[in-house]
């Protein structure tokens, strides 16, 4: 019988295929091994350096530069505060046992809840459990805050305690400690949006935020890494604190006895542009600007409820909104001196010229009144403003014609921004005539100022250019901007913006205007002694058959030798006006006095109207241009001359007035001073004055300074110091200190 055979595969074949197999398939997971490392590598590098990073990533904000006054006085701070941060995965405690977690969830409730009552621990203390599904915390996040805005004490308290889950974020808080004050100034923040100062100047203020984080290293140990924030600026405001107070309790006592719209008040320096004060009676506290101080009336509180979103909205806008800034009126007689100059540059009139007012002008149809029906008779220039003369305007602006009349309204700066380093400035361009519109009646209304608008800071610049020698000065709120160290990042110097008329001609309105307050209609804001000269102002706007549209204006200024103050006061828009009821002229009054007592300036006439001055007679003022501030201060001293600087420096590059000028004994000179070649090294000198010892010596040896005293005289207050204020010498100088009670202070004019 024949045998089967079976074939077998070759065992080495097998082999082959088997190694073969094996190598193809080492080489797809070499490839994929490859492609995860060097093509997907950097990616999955970044995102486990992103998870090591980002889980405590936290923006460290920078402190906000603070706004102060112009002697320092804070009116926005921020300070650095700490938001309360849980971590529900880390609280959970996933790896622990019951009783471990138990206690440790326990101790931070317990601490939690002694300094923030307010929250919801029953959720708090569910979202740290386990579900039993997932293993992981019902509340499955890494970031929940708290408690907002909590002080440092707070802060320190919670970590000494080593919580578990609990960390802190630092942030800021911006505080106004002066609420109210400067309101429509100072502004405020809400949100993105800001007002005012904190909006003009907010990139000044904003500063740099830092960071912090943990990353862990190769070994997972925890490396936390900080990068320092770098704080904002901080912002010198022109603004006088005391100045300020005065004009809010002033424009507050009147809107209390007179309800109106608005009350407002401007003071500043006429030959420089700088506001010393800017206050409305509609102000609020820059703390809680949605609270409304009308709300504590029950009548206003039922309009209130009645009135739209949209309405309440606007309410609040214009509550928040500066009137002296962004709001317009008809600026009615305080425009009567904008005409009489521009004629008087034009050589059209002079002084003693006279004109017929016999209490109306009849033109084409339009009967024109003056406010005295019965009329003023003769009067010259000097008169028709004193008496605020409609008719003589009328008069005045026919004989300068349209052109001319145009000219001098534009030059002066009605119709466009003054450029006031304020936001949403108002040109009121729209409500002025176009030149091409003015005919014969539109011209007669005009030089009395009606048929148009202006605002406040419109007004005042104007007026101030007719009485400082003619210089239209852009107005200002902000001096110098300054970094951490004291360096000057930005600075406002004074700013000509047009020459506007003659010093002649300025000098002629000056004295002339005194008349206004010694006889006419502004003589309710006579002071016995000083020498003032202003001009009113009554205007109706709109229809006349709106009782209610009026807006009562009166501007100041003195001394009227040398100008120094030039003063705004406005009661817009009075309920159930009655002429010669409400007047504006004794809060005039009111705060010149305050500046006077405030400044200690002396009268200028004794009671028999002799002219008051520590030497009689005038001086001619030198040219001490180009001249270092020490020997110029010697000058000014042997002159009997006071001084103000501009500036930070100690070389005199302008000054006001001019050389060569005649001004009377103790008159003040404005020196406008910069950094010479070899002024490194020095710093302006603080005031101290009536400060205690110890303030004193604090602030002078902060800035930089000795201070010296009698050490047996060192109680009281600062009554006088050498050098003086304001004067840039070497830091290290001894600062000499004379002390003594207030009432033995005598005359410190000459350290204004």
Known sequence: MKKKRIKIAPIKGRL??????????LTILGGRVYYWKTVKGAEFENRAKEQQVNRYDVMVQANRGSIVDRNNQPFAVSTIVYNVILDSRVLALPNSDEDTRKKQQDK??????KNFPELDYAELRHGVQINPETQKPYTDNSWKVLAKSVDKEIKESLEAQQLIGIYFEQTTKRTYPLKTLACHVIGFMRGDAKWGIENYYDKYMTGTPGRSFIAY????????QEYNAEDGNTVVTTIDYTMQQYAETIVQETAQQWPSETVAIMVMNPNTGEIYAMADSNSFDLNNPDEIPAMADEEFQQQWEVMTNEDQIDYKNTMWNNFNVVSSFEPGSIFKPVTVAAALEEGIIRPEDTFNCTGAVEMYEETMRCHLRSGHGVLDVQGA??????????????????????KYFKDFGFGSRTGIDLPAEESAAKAVYAKDAIGPVELATMSFGQGFNATAVQAITAFSAVINGGNLMKPYVVSQVIDKDGNIVYENEPEIKNHVISRETSDAMRIMMKATIEEGTGKKAKIEGYSIGGKTGTAQ??????????????????????????VLTLIYMPENYQDGVQTPVPMTKKMMESIIKYKNIQPSYAEDGTIINKKQGTVTVDDYTGS??????????????????????NVVVNQFPHGGTQVEEGSQITLYVEKGE???????????????????????????FEAEADKEKTKGVVLSQSPKYGVSVELGTKITLTMGEKEDEEDNTTNE
């Open 16 to 25: 082959y295929f088997t190694f073969f197999a094996f190598v193809i398939f």
């Open 108 to 113: 931070t409730f317990a601490a939690l809840e």
């Open 217 to 224: 290293d190769g070994n997972s140990t925890a490396v936390r």
């Open 385 to 406: 403003l004193a008496q605020s003369c409609n008719p003589s305007m009328i008069y005045i602006s026919q004989k300068m014609g349209r052109e001319t009349m145009y």
């Open 541 to 566: 706007n709109g229809s006349r058959k709106q009782n209610n549209k009026w807006a009562l204006s009166c501007l100041t200024y003195f001394p009227v030798e040398n100008p120094q103050y030039v």
């Open 628 to 649: 270092d501030i020490f020997s110029t201060l010697l000058s000014l001293d042997s002159k009997n001359l006071n001084y103000q600087t501009v500036g930070t420096g």
């Open 678 to 704: 070899d002024d490194e090294g020095t710093m302006p000198v603080p005031d101290v004055r009536g400060k205690t010892y110890t303030e004193a010596v604090t602030l002078l040896n902060d800035s930089g």
